[in-house]
């Protein structure tokens, strides 16, 4: 039986393979194993790709949007909003930058971050507002920015899951500042972990970078409490090879969920939303269906590689359930998400055998 991965990171290799050998061959010669020239020119190239002006890279992601809300002014007494349907890492950052987590529901059909909940949660301690740009599109930010006007509240975007994904054709962190995750499985992944901030502002970058290392641009000078979190040379390589192709990636995944879209057509299946105004990169083409456990387990049992994102609200996890709160929304979807397979590489054979699986598991 041909399994179906639910991300294909060899078949992402193979295309990159000849680039990315070549690239370590220059790191070793140099020795630029932490930061270096690859570091520099990926940071160029990320900063120019987003349409900002600047990129801090990092160790990675969760590190990202720490960095990213301390560099803003988020610290102990702060609290910071986000929603209550998202990977635990988004309030793992908000916890480890000394803040308090308060958790919002979601939209019921796009997942993403209901904003007049949001807005409704701000209180004169709120500090910053984290929409989580979920599954490949960007949540709603100019009308977070529009309710939060005159209010000394910043949005600190998280965009692990979508990179390349536009809101009215402009990107995550146009106006701010972004957090970003180079996770393997992502649409720009690195062959370990990495991550990166990017903001239009010099101000904000600079405390990123100085965070970062140490708390100093200088050795052995230490002007802030920072950490050691840092891009290395080897996944600058990677990532460099990688967003060369990205934009190509990008639409290969718009078109495998387009023919997703199609072939569930008829299926008892929620299929996904797309926000009016989205270009979306489909990091993940995720359903809502009937006895979800169920279901995966027969697709699993056939080879599919479907999977969950995410199985418990974050307020109902052991280290967020102080928090209490009840986020309906949240907890009406969280067991019935299923992500199918996607990814640049996936071809027609591939989708419609996940589709035939899919109807006979829910049969």
Not at 68 to 77: E, K
Not at 232 to 253: F, H, I, M, S
Not at 342 to 347: A, G, L, N
Request: hydrophobic content about 45%; charged content about 20%; some cysteine.
């Amino acid at each position: 039986m041909n399994k179906i991965p639910l991300v294909d990171l060899a078949a992402a290799h193979q295309e990159v393979a000849e680039e990315v050998e070549a690239g370590f061959k220059r790191v070793l010669a140099a020795t630029a194993f932490v930061g270096g020239p690859e570091v520099a020119a990926f940071e160029q190239e990320y900063a120019a790709f987003s349409g900002l002006p600047h990129c801090v890279g990092v160790a990675n992601g969760t590190d990202a949007l720490e960095l990213a809300l301390r560099a803003v002014g988020v610290g102990p007494g702060a609290e910071v909003i986000l929603p209550a349907n998202t990977f635990i890492a988004t309030a793992e950052a908000v916890a480890r930058a000394g803040a308090r987590v308060v958790l919002v529901d979601c939209d019921p059909r796009t997942y993403l971050i209901d904003v007049d909940a949001a807005l409704a949660a701000v209180t004169p301690a709120t500090r910053a507002i984290v929409p989580v740009h979920l599954y490949g599109q960007l949540a709603p930010v100019e009308r977070l920015r529009a309710g939060l006007a005159g209010r000394d509240v910043t949005i600190v975007e998280d965009a692990a899951q979508c990179q390349g994904a536009t809101r009215h054709g402009r990107g995550a962190g146009v106006d701010g500042i972004a957090s970003t995750s180079f996770y393997p499985g992502k649409n720009l992944g690195a062959y370990g972990d990495a991550g990166a901030v990017v903001t239009d502002s010099e101000q904000w970058a600079t405390t990123v970078r100085t965070l970062g290392s140490h708390g100093g641009l200088k050795r052995y000078t230490h002007d802030l409490i920072g950490v050691n979190s840092r891009l290395d040379g080897l996944q600058a390589v990677v990532l460099r090879a990688k967003l060369d192709r990205l934009a190509t990636w990008n639409a290969r995944r718009r078109a495998a969920a387009a023919r997703y879209d199609e072939l569930l057509a008829g299926l008892d299946v929620v299929l996904p939303e797309t926000l009016e105004g989205n270009e979306h990169v489909w990091h993940i083409y995720c359903v809502r269906v009937p006895r979800r456990d169920e279901v995966l387990a027969k697709l699993n049992a056939e080879g599919v590689g479907a999977a969950i994102h995410y199985p418990i609200p974050v307020h109902r996890t052991g280290a967020f359930e102080h928090l209490g709160g009840s986020f309906p929304n949240a907890e009406a979807v969280a067991p019935q998400l299923l992500s199918l397979p996607i990814y640049p590489q996936i071809t027609e054979e591939q989708q419609v055998r996940v589709a035939d699986v899919l109807a006979r598991a829910l049969r």
